[in-house]
């Protein structure tokens, strides 16, 4: 039996403190907050409830292997899993409006061709089936198996597999045989294979922006965003995900996890070069083994461990966009046929993407989620209804200051002028209201920036990737959103698979 820290009460330190413990380890999970779930938070108020992180899971398959490894039962014994269909509505600058269904690939194509015109849903699948090639090339290595810290320790076979793009990108004719070929990003497949179509452009961009890539710079592979999606399907949790949270968490205490809240970590302790613990306020922790849940870029620049051979001050963090909600407790009945998640996309694309990349102020009509469930858990009756409106927005500190007074209010009013001149008439009814920044995020959870952390992706030699589960330091493991197989719910869950998988039994 080893002695097992986790840093962080987040999703992936639940699960890794779960699966570790059901494994015969002693763990001890310190939480720098009051409460665990990380990104996966909640707001309630009145009788409202709203979650303050993701709303939708995709991948449930990564939360039920992780029910039955650690207790034996189904996910569905643990909360209540309902698909979101339809998938989603999308509303564009020119009026035109589509509505997707969930898991349903020809369906999907048969609303492009209703909503953009004949042929769209066959340019769409295109797509979309080399959105598949990507996800069978790279699901063995970017999803359920660690990679090295070195790239180089890999066999040529399985480096190239994640520093090569696996789009397919189509054979270069003529005089462009002669040039040194660039790889292909987000936006050079819709431009060449969607023709640049706006409408088409918007959805392929859309799930890449909310996992905090840029579609402009986003390599071709991150194609396989909305194809696992569009393929799997996408699921609410009954109750909000924070459910999920709680289930976790329960699963924990069944395994006899210790749990220390308000207990930041200062300092993972190495001593003859390997991690023997870590300091906190109230003293040191002796330990076997650490596991960081930490944001890795804050793990580091924080000087909780140093990279070997690199200063806390010379860490340089992949700076990502932060989330923008606001949570609105709205008065009168959630109108009938609603769908579960809108879309609002943005009035200018390009000024969305100069204001994500040339630190400008925040877009002012930008890409918005509007999730609506319809969950009496969430909201005081059914003459009220609660709505969570989230766009992707610059978050260092150099690029916008969400701290400043009235700044935050007043952009949450533009999203509600933006969202409402799609035709959705939230403000009239708006009873109260909480607007989250980045600044909440990274004073709830430690983000860097209270920045998203975006999902492992192969090509440009590893650029794309995240850290590597096991550290430089033995001893160290890192998971979570910023380590090893990248961000989102099932991503996360999985880097806790993968670190449980190489620590081992006791």
């Known amino acids: 039996m080893a002695k097992i820290v986790v840093i962080g009460a987040g999703m992936s330190g639940l699960a890794a403190a779960s699966r570790l413990a059901t494994l015969g380890h002693r763990v001890t999970v310190c939480e720098a907050g009051g409460t665990y779930g990380g990104m996966v938070g909640r707001y309630e108020r009145e009788g409202f409830a709203f979650d303050t992180g993701p709303g939708l899971l995709t991948l449930p398959a990564v939360y039920r292997d992780l029910a039955l490894k650690t207790g034996k039962e189904p996910l569905e014994q643990l909360v209540e899993l309902a698909p979101v269909d339809p998938e989603s509505r999308h509303l564009f600058p020119d009026g035109t409006a589509v509505t997707l269904p969930n898991a349903s690939r020809g369906g999907v194509s048969q609303a492009l061709d209703a909503a953009f015109g004949a042929g769209s849903g066959a340019r769409w699948s295109a797509v979309m089936n080399h959105g598949r090639t990507v996800w069978e090339a790279t699901r063995r290595p970017l999803l359920e198996e660690p990679r ?65 890539l840029l579609p402009g710079l986003a390599p071709a592979g991150a194609t396989v965003l909305p194809y696992m999606e569009q393929s799997f399907g996408v699921w609410y949790v009954r109750g909000g995900l924070r459910a999920l949270a709680d289930a976790v968490f329960r699963r924990c205490e069944l395994r006899k996890v210790e749990f220390r809240f308000d207990t930041p970590v200062t300092r993972v302790v190495v001593e003859g070069g390997r991690a023997t613990g870590v300091e906190t306020a109230a003293g040191r922790i002796d330990a076997d083994l650490v596991v960081s849940a930490m944001d890795t870029d804050a793990f580091y620049r924080h000087g909780l461990a140093e990279w070997p051979g690199m200063p806390p001050e010379e860490w340089e963090p992949y700076e990502v966009p932060g989330r923008f909600s606001v949570l609105l407790a709205l008065r009168g009945p959630r109108p009938e046929g609603t769908p579960h998640r809108t879309v609002v996309h943005a009035a200018d694309p390009a000024a969305e993407a100069n204001a994500l990349t040339l630190s400008e102020p925040p877009c002012e009509r930008p890409t918005v989620q509007v999730l609506r469930p319809d969950d009496p858990a969430l909201r005081p009756d059914d003459d009220h209804e609660s709505v969570v409106l989230t766009a992707t927005v610059p978050a260092q500190e150099e690029d916008v ?62 650029s794309w990737l995240q850290a590597a589960n096991e550290s430089p330091v033995p001893g160290l493991y890192l998971i979570g959103g910023n380590a090893h197989p990248g961000g989102g719910l099932a991503r996360v869950g999985m880097s806790a698979c993968i670190t449980a998988g190489l620590i081992g039994p006791a």
């Open 148 to 212: 090295p810290t070195l790239l180089a320790d890999l066999s040529p076979a399985d480096r190239a597999a994640l520093e090569d793009d696996p789009y397919p990108v189509p054979p270069r004719t003529g005089l462009a045989r002669l040039r040194r070929p660039r790889p292909w990003t987000l936006g050079d497949v819709a431009r060449r294979q969607l023709g640049g179509h706006p409408g088409l452009t918007a959805l392929l961009g859309e799930p890449a922006l909310r996992h905090g």
């Open 401 to 462: 200051d969400w701290t400043a007074p009235g700044f935050a209010d007043r952009y949450a009013d533009r999203l509600l002028d933006h969202v409402d001149a799609a035709g959705l008439g939230l403000r009239e009814r708006v009873l109260w209201r909480v607007v989250r920044t980045p600044e909440d995020t990274r004073r709830e959870t430690g983000a860097l920036f209270g920045s998203v952390a975006r999902p492992a992706l192969a090509g440009s030699s590893g």
